[in-house]
């Protein structure tokens, strides 16, 4: 039986890790390429609506803040191309915001309390829930110049943007825009849970699925459920952790009244210089990662994605902030899988940003039990699996 060694680690590197990340990145950017102009046409129909080619600080609503771009254009420089559009969840799934134009000037103020109305504008007997710790309402208010298509009726009811209605009006138009740049026989729509816009789309490598969500970019501005850096935290440094804050947060209509926040830049900027000091996180990230497509979650719908496994790091970051502790990789790689079968066996994994909400809260927990027996094998062999 083959020892578990750093000759092992790097051969399973070369030969699964870094196969299966050349594979990925082709179907992303096949992805990609169809997304960008769907999206595009989309934004013809509609303004409200931008190409994913404007996410992130290539945005729009933020042309006129050129030290932003700078920053971030810095940031990146020397490091791989990143579309701040995407997030690649599973080998064949992506996670992809889709920027709207027109909510400009925004501002966090105390919203009204109950909300009796339903989807369609009817009033309700009793209020809609309040939002949980990662979502929140979002108001016309919040805004100091939105633009008067948000005022809508097909978007907005009584002062309120509504998720599932912004939703509702980009898949008209989406579908649209499939008849419209003939991909019919190349994108279809599916069947989806929840306010969220799933698509299949054929590459050359097989099928390749895609959450699209509207999503509304707030650069320059952080909020205050976001109580972070920590007090007395040594990672990242002071002045990463400020310029990391200034990339801001998105809101994203994932279900049908709340905008769930998502910090999609600032947790890319922190991965992208992870390993500024000589460490090895982010080899240990790809191998876990590959374990985890391979062996201990697989599958187009699993209960641990890469953004939790990304999260993960992030806190084992934060607990062994210095370089020194990330020099070998066989160890570094099995603190991580102890620390993700801990969290899986305990079904909590805090949010890093507002750490009070646990982001296993609605996972089905008869598969975690299945993921953590498979993490538990690995940690008592793991030459079984790496080598």
């Known amino acids: 039986m083959p020892d578990f060694s750093e000759e092992g680690l790097d051969h399973y590197l070369l030969n699964q890790v870094d196969l299966r990340h050349r594979t990925v990145s082709r179907r992303v950017e096949e992805v990609l390429t169809v ?18 080619a404007h996410a992130g600080v290539n945005n729009e609503n933020i042309k006129d803040q050129p030290a932003m771009v700078s920053k971030w254009a810095a940031l990146l420089r020397g490091r791989c191309s990143f579309n701040p559009a995407i997030q690649v969840l599973t080998s064949s799934l992506v996670l992809v915001s889709v920027p709207v134009r027109g909510l400009i000037g925004y501002h966090q103020h105390v919203a009204r309390q109950w909300r009796y109305y339903s989807l369609t504008g009817s009033i309700l007997p009793t209020p809609v829930r309040e939002p949980e710790k990662l979502h929140q309402w979002l108001e016309l208010e919040s805004f100091t110049s939105p633009a008067q298509d948000w005022q809508d009726a097909k978007v907005c009811v ?9 939703v509702s009006l980009f898949r008209e138009q989406l579908e649209t825009a499939i008849l419209t740049c003939s991909f019919s026989g190349k994108v279809s729509i599916l069947e989806s849970v929840g ?10 490598e097989g099928v390749m699925e895609a959450e699209l969500v509207p999503t509304v970019e707030l650069i320059n501005y952080w909020p205050k459920k976001a109580r972070w850096p920590r007090l007395l935290q040594r990672w990242p440094t002071t002045e990463r952790a400020r310029c990391i804050k200034s990339f801001g947060f998105n809101l994203m209509a994932t ?15 922190l991965l992208v210089a992870v390993d500024e000091d000589g460490g090895c996180r982010r080899k240990c990230y790809r191998v876990v990662r590959q374990l985890k497509e391979d062996t201990w979650c697989p599958g187009t719908k699993p209960v641990i994605t890469a953004f939790h496994l990304q999260t993960l790091l992030f806190w084992c970051c934060e607990k062994f902030p210095c370089g020194r502790d990330w020099r070998c990789v066989k160890e570094c790689v099995l603190r991580v899988a102890r620390k993700l079968l801990k969290c899986v066996s305990q079904r909590y994994l805090r949010h890093y940003f507002v750490r009070s909400y646990n982001l296993l809260k609605y996972s089905n927990t008869t598969e975690l039990d299945h993921t953590a027996q498979k993490i538990n094998d690995f940690i008592a062999n793991p030459s079984l699996y790496v080598h």
């Open 195 to 204: 306010s969220v816009v799933r698509v299949a789309i054929e590459t050359v």
């Open 255 to 269: 279900s049908n009244y709340h905008w769930l926040l998502s910090f999609s830049r600032a947790e890319q900027a």
């Open 158 to 166: 009584e002062g309120d943007i509504v998720p599932a209605k912004v």
């Open 35 to 52: 997304l960008r102009d769907l999206t595009t046409e989309v934004s013809k129909k509609d303004g409200r609506f931008q190409s994913i």
